[in-house]
């Protein structure tokens, strides 16, 4: 299996290749150069096996040679071990034929720790094979730099910076960046919203001279490797439902476009997903490219679903090379129009691709509040803020075919806006109770980038 990325311009790498290096060379993201299809009796076969047993068989054929059957087997079944649910990922029912699909039962209580709790394992597996070690920066709106620290903390081969939005993220999430006590994590507040902690993820991955002396590896919510663990729970969940003889719809709270574009792979392997429904906050950046054509850029507001407020998705570049026929040349010059002016015009062949596949719905932080209070009246469940935008946008989308939700993070990583929308505060799970007793740790820094390589060459072990 080959991996290409969406401008064109770099070399195409293998899966473990891909994993470690991020970010392309030439500004694009990494892609299969095939998608494997799997047939109707492989998906069926799939029902009522372990989370585990369904991982490896929906990721094996993207991997290829870069890992033997026992070793994939092995680090699948010791990534998730940690989780609070013997199910990986329980499906529930909200009501009529709407369900949701509970992703935050993980150390760090949201989805990102399905997709990053692997990645840990994959990358201390190969880089102690290849006798290398990297440095990993990510930047996060919350949730994912919680979770790589959980995932990397106190692995030999590899140290991490985790750059994050000061002020903007929930006090969980801060002190699950900022409790753990090995010397091989670092929380980074920094001066700025997320766009910027992202902008800055790219500056580093862009000068290619820093990136070659730190060995600079991300894992951010681009890389490939991230999204492919994603799609193990759209097989689960439409399996659960019926699939392959029942088609499923799903709704996705979304920000930067890699929990939903891994729906869109799955769906393209074959699982017969009817829509998949983009739910946004009032960061509704995807919302109004998909009703309009123009994807347009706009100040970041912060809400009370913070991890999907973003202003650029960076995944959705993804989606633009498969709806542009794979045409990455179209899509560079895409991106380049968007770093000029913070907007481009989607095609109408690429828009009508798009829509086959997607649909949209924004929630405001009153029809979120709402939305909370509801879901708590009527089925006595807590949503938290993210899960809560997606379960408000899919009650438009509710029909004859059954619609999960994906429910992002549990509630008590959220607590404020939940007992704000619904008067009950939520708790943490018992193996977290003792998270606001840890001493934390954090260092502010500038929005510079200097400032920035200067820490990271200091602070790194050799
Ligand atoms: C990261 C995150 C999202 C958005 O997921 P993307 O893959 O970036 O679209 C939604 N909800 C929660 C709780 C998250 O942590």
Not at 141 to 154: H, K, L, P
Not at 189 to 203: I, M, N, S, T, V
Not at 365 to 376: C, D, K, L, V
């Amino acid at each position: 299996m080959r991996y290409v990325s969406t401008r064109g311009q770099a070399p195409a790498l293998t899966f473990e290749e891909a994993m470690l290096t991020g970010l392309a060379h030439d500004g694009g993201l990494y892609v299969p150069a095939e998608v494997p299809v799997m047939g109707a009796a492989e998906i069926s076969a799939l029902a009522g096996l372990s989370y585990e047993e369904a991982a490896f068989r929906v990721m094996r054929p993207f991997i290829g040679e870069s890992l033997a059957d026992e070793t994939l087997q092995r680090l699948v079944a010791r990534a998730y071990r940690g989780f609070g649910h013997a199910a990986r990922a329980p499906l529930v029912q909200l009501g009529a034929n709407h369900f949701l699909l509970e992703l935050f039962h993980g150390p760090t209580l949201a989805f990102k720790d399905f997709a990053m709790q692997l990645i840990g394992q994959l990358f201390q597996e190969t880089l102690a094979r290849r006798g290398q070690r990297v440095t990993i920066v990510g930047a996060t709106s919350g949730d994912t730099g919680s979770a790589a620290i959980e995932a990397f903390r106190g692995l030999p081969n590899v140290d991490v910076f985790i750059l994050f939005p000061e002020g903007r993220i929930s006090e969980v999430q801060r002190r699950q960046m900022t409790t753990p006590t090995e010397d091989n994590v670092h929380a980074l507040a920094l001066a700025g919203d997320f766009d910027d902690c992202q902008a800055r993820l790219k500056d580093m991955f862009n000068d290619h001279a820093f990136r070659d002396e730190v060995a600079l590896a991300g894992v951010n919510s681009i890389n490939w490797a991230r999204v492919l663990a994603q799609v193990v729970y759209y097989f689960t969940a439409a399996v659960a439902l019926g699939a392959p003889q029942r088609a499923v719809n799903f709704t996705v709270p979304t920000g930067n476009f890699g929990d939903i574009y891994a729906g869109s792979i799955a769906r393209r392997m074959g699982l017969p997903i009817g829509r998949l429904v983009i739910a946004t906050n009032l960061n509704d950046i995807l919302h109004r490219a998909l009703e309009s054509g123009v994807y347009e850029t706009r100040g970041v507001t912060p809400s009370i679903s913070p991890s999907m407020d973003i202003q650029v998705s960076s995944n959705f570049e993804r989606a633009l090379f498969d709806a542009y026929g794979r045409d990455g040349a179209a899509v560079g010059q895409l991106m380049d129009e968007l770093r000029d002016t913070g907007r481009f015009t989607i095609s109408q062949g690429a828009l009508e691709t798009l829509r086959e596949i997607f649909a949209s719905g924004r929630a405001s932080e009153e029809e979120t509040r709402a939305e909370i209070a509801r879901s708590f009246r009527e089925t006595g469940r807590i949503l938290c803020p993210h899960s809560a935008v997606g379960v408000k946008v899919a009650r438009a989308h509710l029909g004859a075919t059954p619609m999960v939700t994906l429910a992002t993070a549990h509630p008590a990583k959220f607590p404020d806006a939940a007992e704000a929308a619904c008067g009950t505060r939520p708790a943490l799970p018992p193996r977290m109770a003792d998270l606001f007793a840890r001493p934390e740790r954090l260092t502010r820094v500038a929005n510079d980038l200097g400032a920035l390589q200067a820490l990271i060459r200091e602070r790194r072990r050799r």
